[in-house]
């Protein structure tokens, strides 16, 4: 893969896919498959992962919206409920709890919600030969990486 | 049709209308943010849980959440972008809470093949698309979140970086490692 335009290709490969190119950019990546393998073969694998994507099950999103509603159907509550509530909370908080939760936290941030305390991902990134922990590099180790696997760092859709 | 074509028609108000009408507690606006963003949000959550059953509670989990939490959505990133990192949380708080992983019953999703195909071609691509969810299953979460984001669902790089905890270059490197490994794997 030496030709410049693949990495510009192997960025728009999955906007290919997904039908949200627009004609430019469409053809471009038509014509450049025709005599690209390499690129051609990414397209294919590109196209069973889109093919393969799993639909929702029918009738969730009728179950979300019933209990959306449910929810915001339900009466405020009554003071002494409140009281009631945090008088219990208080009484077993007092005998149980020694340190933070570890439940998620009821409030969502303004802009994303936040990873809780001491959190980190369950996964084998890193554990895996071959996942390295990304998120640790800088940005010149990650252009590195990036000039190794043959794609522009910039450009695109993405 | 695109996933973006699905999730949204040009003449229907856009996700941000929708966010503030459901502020003002218009519920049919929340109703038709639950339906353009579920089945998205239910890929994430299988994608991480690997199970039909719990990532169904997850996604719902999510959107309650993230409706509680409307009121202090200040639109930094997109309402997709969020509602699919609270569903990236939930799918880990799930996890964790249950202590272990479970490898099993992504058969349990059904993949998409277009009717337009015949019997025999529709089989083909079935089995293909079931060994291609198999060989992605075996990525890690992050280069696993990173390809099914951005060809499944069109997310930038800068988006998927949010919903995965990364900068958008870390996003990216994810991507094309997880490409090129899914191609080792398929081959």
């Known amino acids: ?158 | 049709m695109s996933v973006r074509d699905e999730a949204r028609r040009d003449e229907d108000p856009s996700d941000q209308e929708l966010v503030e009408s459901g502020r003002s507690g218009d519920d049919s606006a929340l109703d038709t943010l639950v339906r353009r963003h579920h089945a998205a949000a239910y890929r994430v959550a299988v994608s991480l849980v690997k199970e039909d059953d719990l990532a169904q509670d997850v996604v719902q989990d999510a959107f309650m959440k993230a409706f509680r939490a409307l009121g202090g959505f200040r639109g930094d990133s997109s309402f997709r972008t969020w509602l699919l990192t609270i569903t990236a949380n939930e799918a880990r708080g799930a996890l964790r809470r249950r202590g272990r992983r479970k490898e099993t019953a992504l058969e349990d999703a059904g993949t998409v093949v277009s009717e337009e195909m015949g019997p025999a071609r529709a089989a083909i691509v079935a089995q293909e698309a079931e060994r291609a969810r198999r060989m992605l299953a075996q990525l890690p979460e992050k280069q696993r979140l990173s390809v099914s984001l951005r060809i499944e669902e069109g997310l930038s790089f800068k988006e998927i970086g949010e919903v995965i905890g990364s900068s958008e270059g870390a996003a990216r490197v994810n991507y094309f490692h997880g490409i090129r490994r899914l191609r080792e794997l398929m081959e």
């Open chain 1, 1 to 158: 893969m030496n030709d410049p335009m693949c990495g510009t290709v192997r960025e728009l490969i999955p906007d290919f896919v997904g039908g949200r190119l627009p004609p430019r950019e469409l053809e471009l990546v038509e014509r450049h498959v025709v005599d690209c393998g390499d690129c051609g073969a990414e397209l294919a694998l590109a196209r069973v992962v889109f093919a393969s994507r799993p639909m929702a099950p029918t009738g969730l999103a009728d179950r979300i919206a019933g209990s959306v509603a449910a929810g915001r159907s339900q009466p405020a509550r009554t003071w002494w409920g409140v009281s009631a509530a945090a008088i219990a909370a208080l009484a077993l908080g007092i005998g149980i709890s020694s340190g933070p939760s570890m439940e998620a936290p009821a409030d969502v941030p303004a802009f994303a919600y936040e990873v809780e305390e001491g959190d980190v991902w369950l996964s084998d990134d890193g554990l895996l030969a071959g996942a390295p922990l990304f998120d640790v590099l800088s940005d010149d180790a990650l252009l590195q990486l990036l000039d190794e696997l043959s794609v522009t760092s910039a450009g695109g859709s993405a």
